[in-house]
């Protein structure tokens, strides 16, 4: 989600970044049924290896990583049982309502059993929505993200090395705190840096991250 090359001079100016919050106890990752995650695997292997591969790290370009920690880590039960049913509109991949609730649900397990971080889901949805402003969210959009998701977001179907983020069926399942905590932190061992902290590639504030949100929630009606 980044080209950080552009020029100071042409940057808004830079807004405070807010105090850090408190830190929480880390719950531990998810317990899995073992049973239920080998039945999962089945169908995982007859409905998502296509695209996902073997081992469920996507392929840069065509499928993004099921099994990433971070994902897992801050991917709520409901957001992946809902984004396997209804699938991404606009994007290769397609809904699998036909599959069930169970079915599906032994699929998440089996994920599930791949998470290696601290599940914090629902700490992560919690967090308050976006106050930012779209209007500067798009220059940093603009800047930083659209070089590998794409000019309004599409993500893989313009070319762009980067998940469809401007698309309804991301927006409308991701919490302002899920897509806040992937902007600063990325994901490990793909291309999404983050881009918070002296060591990223772009030190975005947390009010210019907002920004950004508030921006996103904006595109789908572009598209």
Excluded at 35 to 55: M, R, S
Aim: glycine fraction near 10%; hydrophobic fraction near 35%; charge should be negative.
């Amino acid at each position: 989600m980044l080209s950080a090359c552009q020029q100071e001079s042409d940057a808004p100016p830079k807004k405070d970044a807010a105090a850090p919050a408190a830190a929480t106890p880390a719950a531990a990752p998810p317990t899995v049924d073992p049973a239920l995650a080998a039945q999962g695997k089945d169908l995982y292997n007859q409905n998502c290896i296509f695209c996902h591969q073997a081992d469920g790290i996507g392929k840069p370009g065509f499928a993004p990583s099921l099994v990433n920690p971070e994902l897992l880590s801050i991917s709520s039960d409901r957001f992946l049982l809902s984004t396997i049913r209804d699938g991404r509109e606009g994007t290769g991949m397609p809904p699998f309502a036909h599959l069930g609730r169970k079915k599906i649900e032994a699929i998440v397990a089996f994920l599930r059993s791949h998470a290696k971080l601290p599940d914090r889901a629902a700490e992560v949805d919690a967090e308050p929505r976006s106050q930012g402003d779209p209007r500067l969210g798009r220059f940093w959009f603009d800047q930083i993200c659209a070089t590998c998701h794409g000019e309004n977001g599409d993500g893989y179907v313009a070319g762009g090395t980067g998940t469809a983020i401007g698309k309804e069926g991301f927006l409308s399942k991701a919490s302002d705190g899920f897509i806040r905590e992937t902007i600063k932190y990325g994901r490990s061992n793909t291309r999404m840096l983050g881009f918070t902290g002296p060591d990223a590639m772009a030190n975005l504030s947390d009010s210019e991250i907002d920004d950004i949100i508030a921006y996103l929630r904006t595109v789908p009606s572009k598209n």
